[in-house]
């Protein structure tokens, strides 16, 4: 089968972006709190499958996941090709990266917070994309924006350094 890139997600449930509402936030550009999915009922899924057209036509597959520590072999590594960063360092316990810095040359890094957040000390000092959104509902144009701005920046991260995870565009 055609390669899977792997991105991961922060688990908390307090994180703005996991795989409660991740599905939602990239495909429908809509940003939904996680805690209020749970509240609702909702079920936190084990990992989900977004497929994403790039603007050049190349289809990339992709699977969101929280534990990556689940990879099954551990060959399956060179597919992770974007983290979202919660702003703690224990988020990568046990990855196998000797650092921060090394796992940020190797993947893309990128960190989201809602406007009424305050900046995370820790990933400003990090090579990360930043990215930051209104929750209010009046600014959903924030929240596609943002979300635009990410699969840009993950389709650049991919031709550069993972391009066997791209599918190029059929003529």
């Given at each position: 089968g055609r390669p899977v890139a792997v991105v991961v997600v922060p688990?908390?449930?307090?994180a703005p972006?996991?795989?409660?509402?991740?599905?939602?936030?990239?495909q429908e550009r809509q940003w939904v709190s996680p805690v209020e999915l749970k509240q609702g009922g909702g079920v936190k899924p084990t990992s989900i499958r977004i497929e994403h057209t790039f603007e050049d036509g190349s289809r990339c597959?992709?699977?969101?996941l929280d534990n990556p520590?689940?990879?099954?072999?551990?060959?399956?590594?060179?597919?992770?090709a974007c983290v979202l960063v919660q702003g703690n360092t224990w988020q990568f316990k046990g990855w196998p990266y000797k650092s921060e810095v090394d796992l940020f040359t190797k993947v893309l890094g990128v960190h989201m917070r809602t406007s009424d957040e305050?900046?995370?000390?820790?990933?400003?000092?990090?090579?990360?994309?930043?990215?930051?959104?209104?929750?209010e509902k009046v600014r959903q144009?924030?929240?596609?924006?943002?979300v635009a701005s990410f699969w840009q920046?993950?389709?650049?991260?991919?031709l550069v350094h993972k391009p066997h995870l791209l599918q190029k565009p059929q003529h």
């Open positions: 688990a908390a449930i307090t972006v996991n795989l409660w509402n991740v599905a939602q936030l990239l597959r992709f699977d969101f520590l689940k990879l099954k072999p551990p060959s399956d590594w060179p597919d992770l305050p900046p995370n000390q820790l990933v400003k000092n990090w090579n990360v994309q930043k990215y930051v959104f209104s929750k144009h924030d929240v596609a924006v943002t920046a993950v389709h650049k991260f991919l």
